[in-house]
């Protein structure tokens, strides 16, 4: 691939990716979207916290990005004419994290945010150098902590993993103290009367102090879901940003439908919580589950798709004309067409004191982020599914032991084969068959567990403070109140699985039968995990996401 002016034999070295420097034609090109201006120098562009950041190319003299922190300020770095400023945040219409400070005087492209989402859907060559740059700097932001967020928090408090997991997914960076093993901020947060029952507190922005807050009090803060109006009739609205929602928002938008995609918590899915996947076609060499899914996220939003986040559907009103998807306690959203991407979660088994130690001790999840917390320890994995074999596997390269209990007599009939052989050559992994958890116990964090083997009914106790329930899946489908079909286990039928009994509870009314991923209503669809019968893989959910556009057309031009 040409890089920008590097000769075509030659690959961009990191810093090049990161700090693309623009040939005179890709700058022509550029200059048609938006106006040329003087800057001049000590002019600030943009500063910390500002809101609709333009896009600026350096045609001549420099500008610096700075981290100010109190009176002083950090270079990060200058950028030099052929450069262009900006990071992730301007694709998602996000306030800006660092400052830019004309050095030197000269002249600059300057497009506004619209300008510059016009530019990378037209034109494939910049599209792939300001996006990949904007998302290695986006990288490098998280990766230094250099955000307008600080948590404080602890390892024995169920929130903070809560909190760090709701940023991590959202690409925040943030900047975390640990009340373990920082005294000094103890100190800090007894001076504004802070108690161990409000930890996790986030300081937001700056000045916002926020103790223990949920994941939408976080996303009001950091108004992730600013500059979205609920009021107008979209085309579409896809309920869940899973690997099928975010599908479907990349194949809608590009495709030139106005898409708004609804995600209770953060985008990704089920899949966001994956060390590891490795069977997802065009990555031989895999790929976590938190980067294939936040590239899909920032390609949804490149081609205009909104994406609200911190905010579940509520209920479904399916018996008017409009459809229209509710939303917490706020407006429904009008929509034409509606895609079901809501996926499942694990079953959470029978054990009365389970909430208590969930985020402290009890995971639903095995990225980086869990798997620092158990470094050096036992842990016990629970599931004889891909998800369990792949956390077992990452686990085991940190942790001392992995107890992996299933029900089962084995787990020939659950698991890939890969992840069978893994698991017999890893000495760290002991498998438990016919064996379940049968208690949680610990004061605050969970300290020790029992199981049972049932093949004898005998106990073991262990001193295991780390448990992975990966088990079981049951449908998100509580909200839709009856909307549309479900079968037996709660998951969405569509299609061919419609029976005449289900159409006519539903009073189909077209002559047409639904069609492939079409639910007993019709313009409502089901992809991915939700639905009856799909295969529970990202790339089926990836399939069945972008294939439910072509029905969404069909369905607009009836
Ligand atoms: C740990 C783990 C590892 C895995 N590894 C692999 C692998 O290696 N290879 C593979 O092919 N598959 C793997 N899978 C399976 C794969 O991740 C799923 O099949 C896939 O994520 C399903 O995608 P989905 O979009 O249908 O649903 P999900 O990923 O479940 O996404 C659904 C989304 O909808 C949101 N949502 C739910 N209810 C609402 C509501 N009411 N309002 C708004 N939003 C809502 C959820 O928060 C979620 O973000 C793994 C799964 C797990 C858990």
Redesign the pocket.
């Known amino acids: 691939m040409p890089d920008t002016h590097l000769p075509l034999h030659r690959v961009a070295t990191a810093t090049e990716r990161l700090f693309p420097t623009l040939t005179a034609a890709q700058m022509a090109r550029i200059s048609t979207h938006g106006r040329r201006r003087k800057i001049a120098a000590g002019e600030i562009l943009v500063d910390v916290g500002d809101k609709a950041v333009p896009f600026f190319v350096v045609v001549s003299g420099a500008i610096q990005i700075l981290r100010p922190s109190g009176a002083t300020a950090t270079l990060i770095v200058t950028h030099r004419p052929g450069e262009f400023l900006g990071e992730g945040n301007m694709i998602a219409g996000r306030r800006a994290l660092i400052r830019a400070l004309v050095s030197e005087p000269g002249e600059v492209l300057e497009l506004d945010r619209q300008q510059l989402l016009a530019l990378v859907q037209t034109d494939a060559e910049l599209s792939e150098i300001v996006m990949r740059a904007f998302i290695l700097r986006r990288v490098e932001l998280i990766a230094h902590g250099f955000g307008d967020v600080v948590v404080i928090g602890s390892t024995h408090c169920a929130g903070t993993l809560r909190v760090k997991e709701f940023l991590t997914r959202n690409g925040h960076p943030f900047a975390y103290i640990d009340l373990d093993q920082d005294a000094a901020a103890q100190e800090l947060l007894d001076r504004f009367n802070v108690t161990a029952a409000d930890v996790p507190v986030l300081i937001c922005r700056g000045d916002a102090v926020l103790r223990n807050p949920s994941n939408q009090q976080i996303a009001d803060c950091l108004e992730f879901n600013e500059a979205i109006d609920q009021t107008h009739v979209r085309d579409l609205v896809i ?9 479907a928002a990349v194949y809608g938008a590009s495709e030139g439908l106005d898409v708004l995609v ?19 076609l065009g990555f031989p060499t895999g790929i976590s ?1 938190q980067e294939l899914t936040a590239r899909a996220y920032a390609q949804a939003q490149k081609f205009g798709a909104q994406i609200m986040i911190a ?4 209920a479904l009103a399916c018996d008017q004309q409009a459809y229209a998807v509710r ?1 917490d306690e706020g407006m429904p959203v009008p929509a034409r067409a509606v895609i079901i ?6 079953r959470k088994p029978p054990l009365e004191n389970l909430s208590q130690f969930e985020g402290a001790g009890v995971y ?3 990225t980086p982020m869990e798997a620092q917390l158990c470094v050096g320890e036992e842990v016990v994995v629970i599931g004889g ?4 074999g ?2 077992a596997v990452f686990l085991a390269q940190t942790v001392t032991r992995v107890h992996m209990l299933i029900r089962a007599d084995g787990l020939a009939d659950t698991m890939s084969r890969y992840l069978i052989r893994r698991i017999e050559d890893n000495p760290a992994i002991v498998l438990h068959t016919r064996t379940e958890l049968v208690t949680l116990e610990g004061n605050g964090h969970l300290e020790r567990v029992r199981w049972r083997d049932n093949s004898n009914s005998s106990i073991e106790a262990r001193d295991v403070r780390h448990v992975f329930i ?1 088990a079981g899946a049951v449908p ?1 489908t ?2 839709l109140e009856r909307c549309v079909a479900l079968d037996d286990k709660g998951f969405i039928k569509t299609g061919p699985d419609l029976s005449p009994e289900d159409l006519a509870a539903a009073a189909w009314p077209l002559a047409r039968p639904p069609y492939l991923l079409e639910t007993s209503r019709p313009g409502i669809f089901a ?5 009856g019968g ?9 399939g ?2 972008s294939i439910a556009i072509a029905f969404v057309h069909q369905v607009r031009h009836q």
Do not use: C
Request: aromatic share 6%; hydrophobic share 40%.
């Open positions: 309920v869940g940003a899973g690997p099928a929602g975010l599908a609804i995600e209770s918590n953060a985008p990704g899915g089920q899949a966001g919580s994956s060390s590891k996947i490795e069977n997802y589950g905010r579940g559907a509520t939303i991407a809501t996926g499942a979660e694990y639903y999840a095995a599914g891909n998800s369990a792949q956390a990966m998100n509580h909200w992809v991915g995990d939700v639905r799909n295969i529970k893989r990202v790339a089926s959910a990836v069945e996401g």
